[in-house]
């Protein structure tokens, strides 16, 4: 009579791993080998969040093992045979590594140091700890071992709000270090970027998986890229379609005063620039999560029922964002000077 694999049957040598070895168990049981094997790293990761101000509940390392052994092929049942070419980017390690690949090939790009940024406790941040920021922030409860079912959606949103906190600046700087004077806004090419990757990495409904090979801030950089070259050529596309506009009518903005319902005094259009700017810096200031619904809604005219979908939240919760936002920036126009009607 055959046994059943169980997390219990014998460890195999760590050292001697392939990614072969890993892919051929069971998630229970790729998940065991890492965590057993690789512990103390597990631990390593884990203690550099909380030391950053991140909530690490318990048990987050077996949730990062486990997060891990789904990256090896997107957590696909077994299956010697080759993956196929991913038809975007890599999705998994195996799409890197081929299955004879040593595993600690792997555990040592993930555990190499990036820099020491807590050096009085000796906490040192690594591509792992990058990793664990990341699972931290996802609400795709598909992809997270069964213990740590059901995921706290609450602590989900404070860690993505505390990974933006960090990295917001970087983003913006490396917009403005790339693109110059043709990325006229860097602020609103970061936000589009950073709610992009909201939605592909770690919404409800995601259906891409940080692999951990990069820093966040490297990924949503490399977003803003093609963001800021999107633009580019549209706006290009634009002035050879339309010829030179002094934006009288604002149609170059990424908003419109009618979309966010503010309505503005007429006589206040002779400062269409500098209303235009206070909206944006209003719009910076937003909460993480109001951000990327008036980013999504407001500025690329996506409909809320859509946007509901796509965030995985009611129509509902996507009218309250915009209610708080356009609240916020009523305020924030009036105190500026502008006269705006209720």
Known sequence: MQNNPTVHEPRLNFEALTFADLVASPMEIRAAHISNGGGESLRHASTHLRDGGMFVPGGF??????????????????????????????????????????????WDTLTKPVHMSNPD???????????????????????????????????????????????????????????????DNPEAIADEAWARVFCDYW???????????????????????????????????????????????????SFSLENIGVFVDPSERIAERQLEQKIRECIERLPPKQRIVVEIVWCREVPAKEAAERLRVSEAAISQHLKKARETLRTYLQRHGFEVPA
């Open 61 to 106: 390392e077996n949730r990062l093992a486990w997060a891990i052994a789904h990256n090896l092929d997107g957590g696909n049942s077994p299956n010697p045979a080759p993956p196929a070419p991913p038809s975007r980017g890599i999705r998994s390690y195996r799409d890197k590594w081929s299955l004879g690949t040593r595993f600690t090939h792997l």
């Open 121 to 183: 406790s000796g906490s040192t941040a690594t591509l792992m700890s990058e990793l664990g920021s990341s699972v931290l922030c996802e609400q795709n409860e598909g992809w997270q071992d069964p213990p740590s079912r059901p995921i706290s959606f609450a602590n989900a949103q404070e860690a993505f709000e505390r990974v933006y906190a960090k990295n917001k600046a970087k983003v913006v700087g490396d917009i403005r270090r790339a693109f110059g004077e043709r990325a």
């Open 203 to 253: 919404s409800v409904g995601a259906r891409r998986r940080f692999l951990g090979l990069c820093r966040i801030s490297t990924l949503v950089c490399q977003v803003a890229h093609y963001v800021a070259i999107d633009i580019i050529r549209n706006r290009a596309a634009l002035i050879m379609e339309e010829g030179p506009s002094d934006d009288a009518d604002g149609k170059a903005r």
